[in-house]
C-alpha cells in the first residue's frame, strides 16, 4: 500500500492493491474526503467522468419535494436521482447521462423554491440577483444576531452589494439606533409585524440601500409564550427602489432548537428578497397567516 497525500488534513489517505482491484482508503470528512477523490481517484477511473448535477431548494416540506418530483424519483431510472435534506435545504443530486436536463425538471418542479446547483448558496444567488440589478442590501437584525450579515460576507465579491447594517438585539438599541418608538414596541411587542417592518424601512433609511431586511423573533429556548411561542419570527423587508418604499412582513414558526431557529431565519430571510426580486409569490414552510 501507499499513502494518498490529503492537503485539506492529517489523515492521509491508502491506496493499496488486492490482485488486480485496486483499493482507495479516505478519510471521512468531506471537506477532507472530496478533493482526495477529485485528485487522487478520478484519474484512475475507465472511460469518460460520469455525468452529475444536482439542484437546491428552500421554503419547500420533504413530502411536497419528494411529491412533485414523481417519475423522477422512480429507484431503476437512469439517470438516477438520489433525494436529501440537510439543514432545511432540499437537494436533489442527478447522476448518469442526462443529468443536467433531469436537473432542469426538477427545477421547474421546484419552482420557485430551487435556488441553484451544489456551488450555490442562498446568499449567493442573492447578491448576485441584486448585483445583476445594480442594488444593494442592508440588514437591521435581532434574533439572528449577525448571522444574516455574516452569511452575506461568506461571498467574495459582497462589498459591491452588502453595505453592512445594525445588530439591535436589545429594545433599547431598536430605539436609540432606528427610532422604532418605545411605544410601539410596547404596544406590540419587539417580535411583532410593526417593529420588523420599521426595523427594515429604518435600515434601508438610514443607510441609503435599495432593500433592507430585518429579522425579530425568539430563538429559545426560553422565552416564548401562549401568544408568542419559541421559534416565531417576523421578518421584514423594505424595496425602497421605487418613488414610494414597499414594505412586507411575513411570520414564521420554526422548529428546532435555538441554533436551527436562527438558521432557518437567515436562509427564510434571504430566499424571501430573492423571490421578491423574481417578481415570485410563494408560502414558504412554516410561515404562518
Same mark, same amino acid.
Given at each position: 500500500?501507499?499513502?494518498?497525500?490529503?492537503?485539506?488534513?492529517?489523515?492521509? !489517505?491508502?491506496?493499496?492493491?488486492?490482485?488486480?482491484?485496486?483499493?482507495?482508503?479516505?478519510? &471521512?470528512?468531506?471537506?477532507?474526503?472530496?478533493?482526495?477523490?477529485?485528485?487522487? $481517484?478520478?484519474?484512475?477511473?475507465?472511460?469518460?467522468?460520469?455525468?452529475?448535477?444536482?439542484?437546491?431548494?428552500?421554503g419547500?416540506?420533504e413530502?411536497?419535494?419528494?411529491?412533485?418530483? !414523481?417519475? @423522477?424519483?422512480?429507484?431503476?431510472?437512469?439517470?438516477?436521482?438520489?433525494?436529501? $435534506?440537510?439543514?432545511?435545504?432540499?437537494?436533489?443530486? $442527478?447522476? !448518469?447521462?442526462?443529468?443536467a436536463?433531469?436537473?432542469?425538471?426538477?427545477?421547474?418542479c421546484?419552482?420557485?423554491?430551487?435556488?441553484?446547483?451544489?456551488?450555490?448558496?442562498?446568499?449567493?444567488?442573492?447578491?448576485?440577483?441584486?448585483?445583476?440589478?445594480?442594488a444593494t442590501?442592508?440588514?437591521?437584525?435581532?434574533?439572528?444576531?449577525?448571522?444574516?450579515?455574516?452569511?452575506l460576507?461568506s461571498?467574495?465579491?459582497?462589498?459591491?452589494?452588502?453595505?453592512?447594517?445594525?445588530?439591535?438585539?436589545?429594545?433599547?438599541?431598536?430605539?436609540?439606533?432606528?427610532?422604532?418608538?418605545?411605544?410601539v414596541?410596547?404596544?406590540?411587542?419587539?417580535?411583532?409585524?410593526?417593529?420588523?417592518?420599521?426595523?427594515?424601512?429604518?435600515?434601508?433609511?438610514r443607510? &441609503?440601500?435599495?432593500? !433592507?431586511?430585518?429579522?425579530?423573533?425568539i430563538?429559545?429556548?426560553?422565552?416564548?409564550?401562549?401568544?408568542?411561542?419559541?421559534?416565531?419570527?417576523?421578518?421584514?423587508?423594505?424595496?425602497?427602489?421605487?418613488?414610494?418604499?414597499?414594505?412586507?412582513?411575513?411570520?414564521?414558526?420554526?422548529? &428546532?432548537?435555538?441554533?436551527?431557529?436562527?438558521?432557518?431565519?437567515?436562509?427564510?430571510?434571504?430566499?424571501?428578497?430573492?423571490?421578491?426580486?423574481l417578481?415570485?409569490?410563494?408560502t414558504? @414552510?412554516?410561515?404562518?397567516?
Amino acid at each position: 500500500a501507499a499513502c494518498l497525500e490529503n492537503h485539506q488534513g492529517t489523515a492521509p !489517505g491508502i491506496l493499496a492493491s488486492l490482485g488486480a482491484t485496486r483499493v482507495v482508503l479516505l478519510p &471521512g470528512p468531506p471537506l477532507e474526503m472530496q478533493p482526495m477523490y477529485r485528485e487522487h $481517484v478520478l484519474p484512475m477511473l475507465d472511460g469518460e467522468p460520469r455525468e452529475s448535477s444536482s439542484v437546491q431548494s428552500f421554503g419547500i416540506a420533504e413530502s411536497d419535494a419528494a411529491e412533485r418530483l !414523481g417519475e @423522477l424519483a422512480d429507484r431503476d431510472r437512469t439517470p438516477l436521482v438520489c433525494f436529501k $435534506v440537510s439543514d432545511s435545504i432540499v437537494r436533489a443530486d $442527478v447522476h !448518469g447521462p442526462g443529468a443536467a436536463t433531469v436537473s432542469d425538471a426538477i427545477r421547474e418542479c421546484w419552482h420557485p423554491f430551487a435556488f441553484g446547483g451544489l456551488e450555490d448558496t442562498l446568499a449567493s444567488v442573492t447578491l448576485e440577483l441584486l448585483r445583476s440589478r445594480g442594488a444593494t442590501v442592508v440588514v437591521a437584525e435581532s434574533c439572528t444576531g449577525g448571522l444574516l450579515g455574516g452569511g452575506l460576507t461568506s461571498v467574495p465579491g459582497s462589498s459591491s452589494v452588502f453595505l453592512g447594517g445594525f445588530l439591535t438585539y436589545s429594545n433599547r438599541l431598536k430605539h436609540h439606533l432606528l427610532g422604532i418608538p418605545d411605544e410601539v414596541i410596547e404596544r406590540h411587542g419587539a417580535v411583532s409585524r410593526d417593529v420588523a417592518l420599521m426595523m427594515a424601512m429604518e435600515s434601508a433609511r438610514r443607510l &441609503g440601500a435599495t432593500f !433592507g431586511l430585518s429579522t425579530t423573533g425568539i430563538a429559545g429556548p426560553d422565552g416564548g409564550s401562549d401568544e408568542k411561542p419559541c421559534g416565531t419570527v417576523w421578518i421584514g423587508l423594505c424595496d425602497a427602489s421605487g418613488a414610494q418604499p414597499r414594505m412586507s412582513a411575513r411570520r414564521f414558526r420554526f422548529p &428546532g432548537s435555538r441554533d436551527q431557529v436562527r438558521d432557518r431565519t437567515m436562509k427564510a430571510a434571504l430566499q424571501l428578497l430573492r423571490l421578491h426580486l423574481l417578481d415570485e409569490e410563494a408560502t414558504l @414552510l412554516w410561515e404562518q397567516p
